[in-house]
């Protein structure tokens, strides 16, 4: 991934004109419904939000395989903040501290070559951390010789690093792949139009509550569309990994599908049980970082794992 392999890239620019060609879509329609005197305030401010948001994904693909393993993993820390200050674990700046490094760490793994190979990317390094990162952040308590209330914080720890670090930077490691353009770009894609997707149709055919102590607005009949248009996609932009046979783009659906609303689901939960409706106020009309990247948290580790062993990254 570079901005000359970019330029000559059809599969970026093909992502390009298609998200863009939404945007436009999408304002116009919002004008359009102005016009006729419909309060779509709310919306706009969202629109608004993904006029910010989609340049600046797409800058650091085009910027090349540094940028976009370096935004991904500034993203990762930043979903670790807003989790860390939700749940009080920030005050604890030795472990805070600790995932933040172990953090950077991913990074640096996700981006430097393998010793042992000429291939981008520390793949033994960057899938053996967790098992560093947890033991170092078990002896946290005894180096500094505590232990009252010290199993919830090094709980929160591990849950911060292997959800909102690890499993996320997967996505940042994508980039050393062969395919990476057409992995990346289509996971993101995928991901928003799942979201979407659950949003529209549970607000057009929505009965049944999916699991209302979790996240009341979700429906049955939103999940169910939202897998359905989601397994629908693979095949429409096959373009993304011609590769790919057709079982495989079923699979690629399932995983957007299923995980996304997951990840979704996860998020909610944490955030009904600390009582806060959203992790943040990053973006206006999208709430923090984790309200909008949670559905890919699930979906980048799976899908990254799947077509390692499908195809391998390189």
């Known amino acids: 991934m570079t901005i000359q392999n970019a330029l000559g890239n059809d599969i970026f620019l093909t992502y390009v004109v298609i998200i863009g060609g939404l945007l436009a879509f999408a304002g116009g329609l919002l004008g359009i419904l102005t016009?006729?005197?419909?309060?779509?305030?709310?919306?706009?401010?969202?629109?608004?939000?993904?006029?910010?948001?989609?340049?600046?994904?797409?800058?650091?693909?085009?910027?090349?395989?540094?940028?976009?393993?370096?935004?991904?993993?500034?993203?990762?820390?930043?979903?670790?903040?807003?989790?860390a200050r939700a749940t009080g674990l920030y005050d604890d700046w030795w472990l805070t501290g600790l995932v933040y490094l172990s953090i950077l760490v991913l990074g640096i793994a996700s981006y430097m070559p393998d010793?042992?190979?000429?291939?981008?990317?520390?793949?033994?390094?960057?899938?053996?951390?967790?098992?560093?990162?947890?033991?170092?952040?078990?002896?946290?308590?005894?180096?500094?010789?505590?232990?009252?209330?010290?199993?919830?914080?090094?709980a929160l720890a591990i849950v911060g690093f292997l959800y909102f670090g690890w499993m996320f930077s997967h996505l940042g490691f994508l980039a050393n792949a062969t395919y990476a353009y057409g992995?990346?770009?289509?996971?993101?894609?995928?991901?928003?139009?799942?979201?979407?997707?659950?949003?529209?149709?549970?607000?057009?055919?929505?009965?049944?509550?999916?699991?209302?102590?979790?996240?009341?607005?979700?429906?049955?009949?939103?999940?169910?569309?939202?897998?359905?248009?989601?397994?629908?996609?693979?095949?429409?932009?096959?373009?993304?990994?011609?590769?790919?046979?057709?079982?495989?783009?079923?699979?690629?659906?399932?995983?957007?599908?299923i995980g996304g609303q997951l990840g979704d689901l996860v998020i909610s939960f944490i955030k009904r049980d600390i009582g806060i409706k959203d992790m943040g106020n990053v973006i206006q009309g999208h709430g923090g970082i984790l309200d909008r990247v949670d559905s890919m948290i699930f979906v980048a580790p799976i899908f990254f794992h799947v077509i390692r062993w499908m195809h391998g990254i390189r």
């Open 35 to 83: 016009l006729f005197g419909k309060n779509v305030a709310g919306v706009w401010k969202t629109y608004r939000g993904w006029l910010i948001m989609v340049p600046v994904l797409l800058g650091c693909i085009f910027l090349g395989r540094p940028a976009f393993i370096g935004g991904v993993t500034l993203l990762a820390m930043i979903g670790f903040k807003e989790f």
């Open 115 to 154: 010793p042992r190979q000429d291939f981008p990317g520390w793949y033994g390094l960057f899938t053996a951390l967790p098992a560093y990162v947890i033991a170092a952040i078990v002896l946290v308590p005894i180096l500094r010789n505590r232990a009252k209330g010290q199993l919830q914080q090094v």
């Open 183 to 257: 992995y990346i770009l289509y996971l993101v894609f995928a991901v928003e139009i799942n979201d979407v997707a659950a949003f529209t149709c549970g607000k057009l055919f929505g009965k049944h509550k999916l699991r209302e102590n979790i996240s009341p607005n979700k429906t049955i009949e939103g999940s169910i569309g939202a897998v359905l248009i989601s397994m629908g996609l693979p095949f429409l932009l096959w373009f993304s990994f011609p590769h790919f046979e057709p079982w495989q783009l079923v699979l690629t659906g399932l995983i957007v599908g």
